[in-house]
């Protein structure tokens, strides 16, 4: 069923609780009244009664049969016209005035007394008429007006709900233009200060929100392509080359190793972006169990040896034996060391150190990778772990520059902080400082108090 509109709504309700709350002042208006008349005509009605009953006891003293009935005559004549007293006694006395009861609506009260041991039973009435005349022209005033009433007062209504839900529709029309290409815009906030601008600033401010995500996400997009356009570039030249004309087995072995190094690279680039990309969606499922990451790091260090060896550089590891057990996910933690150590085995100098240490403290763990060769210039340290940022692009080490978008990312996931301190030309120390975690908690444990 089509949901009706707001303002059709807010009319309906306004007109249902006017015509409710009119018709219960009306009511009330008329039923007091009514009241009010009413005791006024039973006062009288008691008091008339009150002094018949007295002038009768008085009289019957004195007088009967027809000379006491000329004397209540006489009393009856006093009183208002189209009254009717009637007295009847139990032994047979009866007396009317006027003798012909008037054709009228009347108010009637009914009493006994006994005098000389005769009940009299005597009925007084006053006539009501002109009450309920009045009662019945308020009662058709009340509902010729309170139709027309009701109808000014929904039109009324009709204009001033227009009016206040004017700047939903104008915030609906605006919305309606907003789309990918114009995220820039924003919403016009109504001058109002109330609930609507709330509403209004608060929609800017996820406008605002979702433009930068959607500059960043493009930029990320133009970043990758033009990553993934250098080695493609490098495949294909190098393909054409050997195509060219035959060559001897070595030239063609040399264009295939060179292919494969570059696939390689570009594999490496690929999972590294799809990764980041999942975690940036939320997609990355990265279970947490308890892990040592003294063990992990043991496990990247002597996977690192050859790499090392090749760089002339050693790699000094003091982890102890004992464990040092965080909340963390093996594979992703795996990626965070290796691409740490490798770059430290990068930047460092021939015949230098690379220093792995883990502190235990406070309920932390903190992980430290330092190595002593280029060391990160002041100007480049706040922008090292954005994506696709090298700090030096022409010394040509292969790197693609995700390696620290992603580390950070895995150590975010962790509830872990990543920091770098370094000295340009001399030594860089890359830090993860993680939550330490019970080595006795369950499993099940850990993903939940991850989540
Ligand atoms: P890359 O693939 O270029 O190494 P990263 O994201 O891992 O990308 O690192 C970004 C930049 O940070 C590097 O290009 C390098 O300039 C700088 N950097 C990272 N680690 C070190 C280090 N240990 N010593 C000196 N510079 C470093």
Request: charged share 25%.
């Amino acid at each position: 069923m089509r949901r009706r509109s707001i303002r059709f709504r807010l009319t309906v309700w306004y007109g249902v609780a006017l015509t409710a709350g009119l018709a219960i002042f009306g009511g009330l208006i008329w039923l007091s009244l009514r009241s009010r008349l009413m005791g006024e005509i039973d006062r009288d009605i008691d008091g008339r009664a009150s002094r018949f009953e007295k002038y009768f006891r008085g009289e019957s003293m004195e007088a009967a049969g027809s000379q006491l009935k000329d004397e209540l005559n006489e009393f009856c004549q006093a009183l208002p016209p189209s009254s009717y007293i009637s007295l009847r006694g139990d032994r047979g006395f009866a007396f009317h005035y006027p003798e012909k009861t008037p054709a009228e609506n009347f108010r009637v009260l009914q009493r006994q007394f006994s005098v000389n041991g005769e009940v009299f039973h005597l009925e007084v009435g006053a006539p009501v008429g002109e009450v309920t005349h009045t009662l019945q022209l308020l009662g058709w005033l009340l509902l010729s007006l309170m139709p027309v009433v009701i109808a000014i007062a929904s039109l009324g209504g009709v204009w001033l709900s227009g009016r206040a839900l004017k700047p939903v529709n104008d915030i609906s029309a605006a919305a309606l233009t907003i789309s990918i290409e114009n995220l820039s815009e924003r919403l016009p906030v109504p001058a109002t200060g109330d609930e609507l601008a709330r509403l209004t600033e608060v929609l800017n401010t996820m406008l605002a929100r979702l433009e930068s995500a959607v500059k960043t996400l493009s930029q990320f997009v133009a970043d990758a392509s033009h990553e993934l356009r250098t080695p493609l570039a490098v495949i294909r030249t190098t393909a054409e080359l050997a195509l060219r004309r035959a060559r001897s087995p070595e030239t063609y072995r040399g264009s295939l190793q060179e292919i494969a190094a570059e696939t390689e690279r570009m594999t490496q680039l690929v999972e590294d972006l799809l990764l980041l990309a999942r975690r940036d969606t939320g997609m990355a499922e990265m279970p947490l169990a308890p892990i040592d990451v003294k063990e992990v790091l043991r496990d990247v260090c002597s996977e690192m040896r050859g790499l090392a060896e090749m760089r002339q550089v050693r790699v000094k590891a003091s982890l102890g034996d004992d464990a040092a057990v965080i909340a963390g996910n093996r594979a992703a933690l795996h990626r965070l060391f290796i691409v740490l150590l490798d770059n430290a085995l990068k930047y460092s100098r021939a015949g230098g150190d690379v220093i792995v240490t883990v502190e235990s403290a406070d309920s932390q763990i903190a992980v430290a990778i330092e190595d002593f060769g280029a060391g990160i210039s002041a100007a480049d340290l706040p922008h090292i772990f954005k994506r696709f940022y090298r700090a030096d692009r022409a010394r040509g080490d292969g790197g693609h520059g995700l390696g620290l978008a992603l580390a950070e990312s895995i150590a975010r996931a962790h509830g872990a902080a990543i920091d770098v301190r370094s000295v340009e030309g001399e030594w860089s120390k890359f830090r993860v400082v993680f939550p330490a975690r019970d080595a006795r908690m369950p499993a099940r444990a850990f993903s939940e108090s991850s989540a």
